[in-house]
């Protein structure tokens, strides 16, 4: 710009006269700087917007997430080396020369990558117990070649969306029922899909109630609208005109629902299929039961425990070659060696479970240093069938042995059983189905307190709980023959879980009244009762272990105990008294700092009255334990949180009883 334009554009700036600049060039100088701050504004609104569209979301899809949504997935064992790798580049499908097991691999291949590439409908992996079904389901819904395939099926103009569930019958009830599935399969579809949350719940969309830099309050989105919300997006035209669904669910005979039937579960997967018009498809897997083998087409099912040895053989030389004892007699009796592991492959018959614990069995006489003539007549005699294993491993237990095992089967059982008890995470936030270990390692007390009264004061530190977890850990593994998994990480301070759910199918029927375990049980320890030694085990914990053990174990035990107790009917009002321990032993830990007179019921902090046994009765418990409990303490009623608790009680229990 020249001098001469600078001082036009001045003066007309400054409302100066000038001959030389043209109204209409005034103009359009004067207006730049507004336009400017025009788009500037309106960007900001949109950035704004945008925001508050994005937090809306985030806020949705976190009410529709639940904690353990992974937790099942993340557990299951990644596929060994080698292993299922065939079923979907289809190289190495000639297992061990047999020419029938070579068909079924190949047409298996064929069924699965032409169902990836192009079919539509329900893909059908059935199998036996222990068969591998889920490592498969999980290497598959990873593998980056199923994407590829996948890919070809949806096209260049849609977008891929994939989604897993996996069943698990020892979990959380949102981990084996059909909301759970529904929840689940909305949050990963919508997450990959926000645009639609406004759509499905328009309820629950505000964008102009977020603002920049706070934390909305939380969403809560019932079972009703999950499912009318899921139902609406599977059958929207709108969904499929961009994207195409894929599905992986796992497990369907680990479903358990109080309120719906297998039947009905099928009903739903077959009617979201139906309505996608070739636009959604699953791949599923179960046992054979009858009633999946009647729903779904022959046509696209494998059984996996057919198609199984070469991957079998694959996990016995991964786990026998990984031990050095192993090692030095392959290189001293090479043939005899690979005579052993072709016995382990044949009589497995497909059973990956089968074979892990045969490998175990093997492993315990490799680190004694046995022979290898020994060590293959061991294998000689162990059982074809699941069951007949789990028989022969636990009634191999040396009689000076099978006590502390059986005591030890039982309580495992129980609190399997107790951690997986509907109404647990409405309180904890650890994972279900996971037996505490700092509380199992007061068991042998409990065992002896009653012959020898041990009895122990003062807290435990933690550098003596870790030296009990550790020892209880060895001690377990020990006792129950590895038909248990201990884990070191995660709910604080290390559980253990059965290795596989029909586990503790086998030792309902094995600890029945009148069998052989069952009666050392009552010849035990003053007729060994496990779930009073649950209960008092919990106890002791609460009682004895350190403030930090206190918090992190004991507040969230009580909650999956008292929410489970309802649905054991032999337990009787002797037990209340482990409750009413737990109650007191709580008030004592939660007084006031500054007036130990004062309790947290007086001066209104709630951050743990929700774990207390007696309040947790009141709302989602046991009646007969509030009723058995206030009379003897009515000073629980008085103040703030008396008149809640008193309110909760009228509530849910009936006034003329109370």
Not at 451 to 467: A, F, L, N, T, V
Not at 483 to 493: A, D, N, S, Y
Not at 518 to 542: C, I, M, P
Request: glycine fraction near 6%.
């Amino acid at each position: 710009m020249t001098a001469s334009n600078r001082m036009v554009v001045g003066s007309a700036l400054w409302g100066g006269s000038t001959s030389r600049l043209k109204p209409d060039a005034a103009c359009v100088i004067t207006c730049r700087p507004t336009r400017r701050i025009q788009n500037a504004s309106e960007d900001c609104a949109q950035t704004v917007q945008k925001a508050r569209e994005l937090s809306n979301q985030r806020n949705v899809l976190s009410a529709l997430q639940f904690h353990v949504l992974d937790q099942r997935f993340q557990e299951i064992a990644t596929a060994a080396d080698n292993t299922y790798s065939w079923i979907l580049d289809g190289q190495d499908v000639t297992p061990s020369g047999d020419f029938q097991e070579h068909e079924s691999k190949l047409k298996a291949v064929q069924l699965v990558d032409e169902w990836l590439r192009k079919g539509d409908g329900v893909l059908h992996i059935s199998g036996k117990p222990g068969a591998g079904k889920s490592t498969l389901m999980k290497f598959l819904f990873e593998h980056e070649t199923t994407y590829e395939k996948l890919g070809e099926w949806v096209g260049d103009v849609r977008k891929l969306v994939l989604g897993k569930f996996f069943f698990w019958r020892q979990g959380t009830p949102l981990q084996k029922s059909l909301s759970g599935l529904k929840r689940a399969l909305l949050y990963s579809i919508l997450k990959q899909c926000s645009g639609f949350i406004e759509t499905i719940f328009p309820q629950h969309w505000d964008p102009s109630e977020y603002q920049p830099g706070i934390q909305p309050s939380a969403l809560s989105i019932d079972n009703k609208e999950i499912s009318d919300g899921l139902n609406q997006l599977l059958c929207s035209p709108d969904v499929y005109s961009h994207q195409r669904l894929a599905l992986f669910i796992d497990g369907l005979d680990e479903f358990e629902d109080d309120h719906q039937s297998h039947h009905d579960l099928l009903d739903a997967i077959m009617e979201w299929v139906d309505s996608s018009r070739g636009c959604l498809k699953l791949c599923v897997s179960s046992r054979e039961d009858r009633v999946f083998m009647e729903r779904f087409r022959a046509q696209q099912r494998f059984r996996l425990h057919e198609l199984d040895a070469a991957d079998i053989l694959a996990v016995i030389k991964q786990g026998l070659f990984a031990n050095p004892n192993f090692q030095g007699l392959r290189d001293k009796q090479p043939a005899d060696c690979d005579r052993l592991i072709r016995e382990l492959a044949r009589k497995s018959e497909g059973v990956f479970l089968w074979v892990i614990l045969a490998i175990r069995n093997v492993v315990e006489s490799l680190e004694c240093h046995e022979s290898l003539d020994n060590i293959s007549k061991k294998v000689d005699l162990l059982p074809r069938k699941l069951h007949d294993l789990f028989t022969t491993i636990l009634t191999s237990i040396p009689e000076s042995q099978l006590s502390e095992s059986c005591c030890t089967l039982a309580y495992a059982l129980v609190a399997a059983r107790l951690t997986a008890a509907p109404g647990i995470y409405e309180f904890s936030s650890w994972q279900a189905s996971l037996c505490s270990l700092p509380q199992f390692s007061f068991l042998d007390e409990y065992m002896q307190s009653s012959s020898k009264g041990i009895q122990r004061s003062g807290m435990i530190g933690d550098e003596e709980m870790e030296q009990r977890i550790s020892r209880s850990a060895a001690q377990l593994l020990a006792r129950c023959r590895n038909l248990l998994t201990v884990i070191f990480e995660g709910f604080p301070h290390g559980y253990f879980y059965f290795i596989h759910r029909s586990i503790p199918e086998f030792l309902v029927e094995f600890l029945q009244p009148g069998s052989a375990a069952y009666q050392h049980l009552l010849d035990s320890n003053g007729h060994f009762n496990a779930l009073a030694a649950y209960l008092d085990t919990l106890r002791r914990a609460v009682e004895f272990g350190s403030y930090r053990l206190c918090d992190d174990v004991a507040l969230c035990a009580v909650a999956g105990l008292v929410s489970s107790l309802k649905a054991l009917t032999e337990a009787p009002p002797t037990y209340f008294t482990y409750l009413d321990a737990i109650d007191t032993e709580l008030l004592k830990r939660y007084q006031c700092e500054h007036d130990r007179a004062k309790s947290v019921w007086e001066r209104g902090d709630t951050s743990v009255l929700f774990f207390w046994p007696l309040y947790m009765a009141s709302d989602y418990g046991i009646p007969d334990y509030v009723l058995w409990k206030v009379p003897n303490y009515p000073q629980l009623l008085t103040g703030r949180e008396g008149f809640r608790l008193a309110v909760s009680i009228v509530a849910n229990h009936s006034l003329p009883r109370f």
